[in-house]
């Protein structure tokens, strides 16, 4: 066995044990962390009702100025 073998092997079995304790506080914490957003969310909008910094999420062809002015060009040369 080469020492790259036993990393990979004594790794495993330590690893399993330390992710269940992180996802078992994760989902311990979940419900505390959905709270302080909701109340984030509600302090946000009572602050600033309006949100002027907002710009849409444009659509595919908008994305794509090749592709938009491929087919607009082609529909006013006809």
Request: hydrophobic letters at 30%; a negative charge; zero cysteines.
């Given at each position: 066995?080469?020492?790259?073998?036993?990393d990979?092997?004594?790794?495993?079995p330590v690893?399993?044990?330390?992710r269940?304790?992180?996802?078992?506080a994760i989902?311990?914490?979940?419900p505390?962390?959905?709270?302080v957003?909701?109340?984030?969310d509600?302090?946000s909008?009572?602050a600033?009702?309006?949100d002027?910094?907002y710009y849409?999420?444009?659509?595919d062809?908008e994305?794509?100025p090749l592709?938009?002015?491929?087919k607009g060009e082609?529909?006013?040369?006809?």
């Amino acid at each position: 066995m080469d020492d790259g073998d036993l990393d990979r092997h004594d790794s495993g079995p330590v690893t399993d044990p330390v992710r269940g304790r992180f996802e078992k506080a994760i989902s311990i914490a979940a419900p505390l962390l959905d709270l302080v957003l909701a109340v984030g969310d509600r302090i946000s909008r009572v602050a600033e009702p309006v949100d002027y910094e907002y710009y849409p999420v444009r659509s595919d062809s908008e994305r794509d100025p090749l592709s938009a002015a491929g087919k607009g060009e082609g529909d006013r040369s006809r």
